[in-house]
């Protein structure tokens, strides 16, 4: 502010500098106290409280009996727990891979210059977002349906009897792994492509010049350009899809709690829930919370390590 | 124009592919939700909307207090979307136009909750919110939600760039506190990012279903998601009922998005990662 080019106003340090009242030096910390409050008492300290609880033998209405590990020797020895950790595992990959690929190559297309109608394309892509989990999940479970199922139907005119989607492990993964990518694609497609409008459009143009088709172009300008988005997009990822609960609590009703009779989609989420809620093991369900919580941990910063590893490529 | 830079045919064939598939489910629901359960699991199915739908959404109303759960929901996400706005737009204000000793380390605080996962805490959440005596209570679901991480660091990123501190620094030559700084002139100037933010914020508490779900226990208090699920448990086999239900909870935020989805798009664009 002091090569300002209006008639120079000169203002005196003293002036400039006032000593500020309390209320003024104190005022940051008011505005940005309410994130730190809220988040301390219900992200934060429920967190650690967790560590806690499950420690204990813990019924809501009962004794809370300290009974040390216990919880957690008991988890590793049940089937049901291994079970819950690979579905949960099995559904993710399911979603997020198909998930991050078909948003790349979108965003590729979307990010044409030439492109036409590429406000209708982009506002279509938000559409599943602002659907809610509870809507999509009652229409893709219609969909998926093994008598009446649109999806079973058209794959019977290639030949490929009705699939019981909901009965198989692979089949109801699947599905839900299908409502997952529905609702987010789009959202990442929008993030990757305001990423890629950043790139200079001279070097597609250049690279078009020197004879790289699309294919070259998308590989070896588009997808390095965008590593740190995709980084981001990968541990967001696995932070919300390890912790995936409504779409197996819905696509069952008969076993909505197992995601199935025989537990085949029932995911850690879904587990704590029945643990928690259902049978009112506080303690046990915290043990399934942090058992949960190390898996994110572990696999995000696998992802993290991973990702960072998407290097320009030379060629 | 040179030929490598035309749009090749397959682009809007690819493009078009995704579109119908983000669009079919939505209409999909709406064509269950407008016939009878018999023809609904007809095969062929019908794939034109038929005249049921008065009817089912008749029954929908008088299955669920499913006015009163929209109300709800109104309020829940109205009340967030609005706290995003304003919590938020006060925090990043304070991040980008203030000087105070330990900023950078609290906004470093800030970030670093985004990738804390919270959701798997949900028994001692739950235990929190029962000490409070908040269970079956609306305030449970809008207190937790007022404020977000991301939203900070969003209204940190427009403010930064939006507002010069000449602006700031004349207005404090000419004797405006803090406050007034933010209320005047600042927060003016970042309006339409607040504003999808408060939209953003307002979209994932409507569609919010866990935690109303541990939280939420009579049905008047239900919000809509809540009381889609409840159609959904009490008729299994009523296919259109579900589907009304699920189309009528939606219905609010489809016509929110004809109006503002442009902004939406535009604000998710804004708020990604740049180069």
């Given at each position: 502010?002091?090569?300002?080019?209006?008639?120079?106003?000169?203002?005196?340090?003293?002036?400039?500098?006032?000593?500020?009242?309390?209320?003024?030096?104190?005022?940051?910390?008011?505005?940005?106290?309410?994130?730190?409050?809220?988040?301390?008492?219900?992200?934060?300290?429920?967190?650690?409280?967790?560590?806690?609880?499950?420690?204990?033998?813990?019924?809501?209405?009962?004794?809370?009996?300290?009974?040390?590990?216990?919880?957690?020797?008991?988890?590793?020895?049940?089937?049901?727990?291994?079970?819950?950790?690979?579905?949960?595992?099995?559904?993710?990959?399911?979603?997020?891979?198909?998930?991050?690929?078909?948003?790349?190559?979108?965003?590729?297309?979307?990010?044409?210059?030439?492109?036409?109608?590429?406000?209708?394309?982009?506002?279509?892509?938000?559409?599943?977002?602002?659907?809610?989990?509870?809507?999509?999940?009652?229409?893709?479970?219609?969909?998926?349906?093994?008598?009446?199922?649109?999806?079973?139907?058209?794959?019977?005119?290639?030949?490929?009897?009705?699939?019981?989607?909901?009965?198989?492990?692979?089949?109801?993964?699947?599905?839900?792994?299908?409502?997952?990518?529905?609702?987010?694609?789009?959202?990442?497609?929008?993030?990757?492509?305001?990423?890629?409008?950043?790139?200079?459009?001279?070097?597609?143009?250049?690279?078009?010049?020197?004879?790289?088709?699309?294919?070259?172009?998308?590989?070896?300008?588009?997808?390095?350009?965008?590593?740190?988005?995709?980084?981001?997009?990968?541990?967001?990822?696995?932070?919300?899809?390890?912790?995936?609960?409504?779409?197996?609590?819905?696509?069952?009703?008969?076993?909505?709690?197992?995601?199935?009779?025989?537990?085949?989609?029932?995911?850690?989420?879904?587990?704590?829930?029945?643990?928690?809620?259902?049978?009112?093991?506080?303690?046990?369900?915290?043990?399934?919370?942090?058992?949960?919580?190390?898996?994110?941990?572990?696999?995000?910063?696998l992802n993290y390590v991973l990702s960072t590893r998407i290097r320009p490529e030379r060629g | 124009m040179k030929k490598a830079d035309r749009v090749r045919w397959w682009t809007y064939l690819l493009l078009g592919a995704a579109t119908l598939a983000c669009v079919f489910p939505l209409y999909w629901m709406f064509v269950v939700a407008t016939t009878d359960t018999a023809t609904a699991t007809e095969l062929p199915p019908e794939i034109l909307p038929g005249g049921n739908f008065f009817h089912l959404a008749g029954l929908v109303f008088s299955t669920v207090p499913f006015v009163r759960s929209i109300v709800n929901s109104l309020v829940v996400a109205g009340s967030i979307g609005l706290g995003h706005a304003l919590l938020c737009s006060l925090a990043g204000f304070a991040f980008a136009k203030l000087r105070f000793p330990g900023r950078n380390a609290l906004f470093l605080v800030v970030v670093l909750t985004m990738t804390v996962p919270t959701q798997l805490a949900v028994i001692p959440q739950y235990m929190i919110i029962s000490s409070l005596g908040w269970v079956d209570t609306l305030q449970a679901l809008i207190v937790p939600g007022l404020a977000s991480a991301f939203g900070i660091f969003w209204m940190r990123q427009h403010l930064a760039t939006t507002i010069s501190d000449e602006i700031l620094q004349a207005a404090r030559i000419d004797g405006a506190g803090t406050w007034q700084i933010f209320w005047r002139i600042a927060f003016p100037l970042v309006r339409p990012a607040a504003f999808v933010l408060g939209l953003l914020g307002f979209v994932t508490a409507w569609n919010d279903f866990l935690w109303p779900f541990i939280v939420l226990k009579s049905p008047e208090m239900y919000t809509a998601q809540i009381a889609i699920k409840a159609l959904q448990n009490s008729y299994t086999i009523d296919l259109g009922l579900a589907m009304s239900g699920s189309f009528l909870a939606t219905l609010p935020l489809i016509v929110l998005f004809v109006f503002v989805g442009r902004r939406m798009v535009a604000g998710i664009m804004d708020g990604a990662f740049k180069g």
């Open positions: 502010m002091t090569t300002t080019l209006s008639p120079p106003r000169v203002v005196p340090e003293a002036t400039t500098r006032v000593r500020q009242s309390l209320a003024e030096r104190v005022a940051p910390y008011a505005y940005i106290a309410p994130f730190f409050v809220l988040f301390a008492i219900f992200g934060l300290v429920p967190l650690l409280f967790t560590f806690y609880v499950a420690l204990f033998d813990w019924n809501p209405i009962g004794e809370h009996v300290f009974i040390g590990f216990d919880n957690f020797t008991r988890l590793f020895g049940d089937a049901r727990f291994w079970n819950a950790a690979w579905n949960t595992i099995s559904i993710w990959l399911l979603s997020t891979v198909p998930q991050l690929l078909v948003a790349l190559v979108l965003a590729h297309l979307l990010n044409h210059a030439r492109l036409r109608l590429a406000v209708f394309f982009r506002m279509s892509m938000l559409v599943p977002y602002i659907t809610s989990v509870a809507a999509t999940t009652i229409v893709f479970a219609q969909l998926f349906d093994r008598d009446y199922g649109l999806l079973n139907w058209l794959l019977g005119f290639v030949g490929v009897g009705p699939i019981d989607f909901l009965q198989s492990v692979w089949g109801s993964h699947t599905m839900i792994a299908v409502m997952v990518t529905w609702r987010w694609f789009g959202y990442t497609t929008l993030l990757y492509l305001a990423s890629l409008q950043a790139v200079p459009r001279t070097i597609y143009e250049a690279a078009a010049v020197d004879g790289a088709g699309a294919w070259k172009q998308f590989r070896h300008i588009s997808v390095p350009s965008l590593r740190p988005v995709i980084v981001f997009t990968i541990v967001t990822s696995t932070i919300g899809g390890l912790q995936i609960f409504t779409e197996p609590l819905l696509v069952s009703n008969a076993a909505p709690l197992t995601c199935g009779p025989v537990r085949q989609c029932q995911t850690l989420t879904l587990f704590l829930y029945e643990q928690g809620f259902g049978q009112f093991q506080f303690g046990y369900g915290a043990a399934i919370g942090v058992a949960l919580f190390v898996l994110i941990i572990a696999v995000a910063t | -």
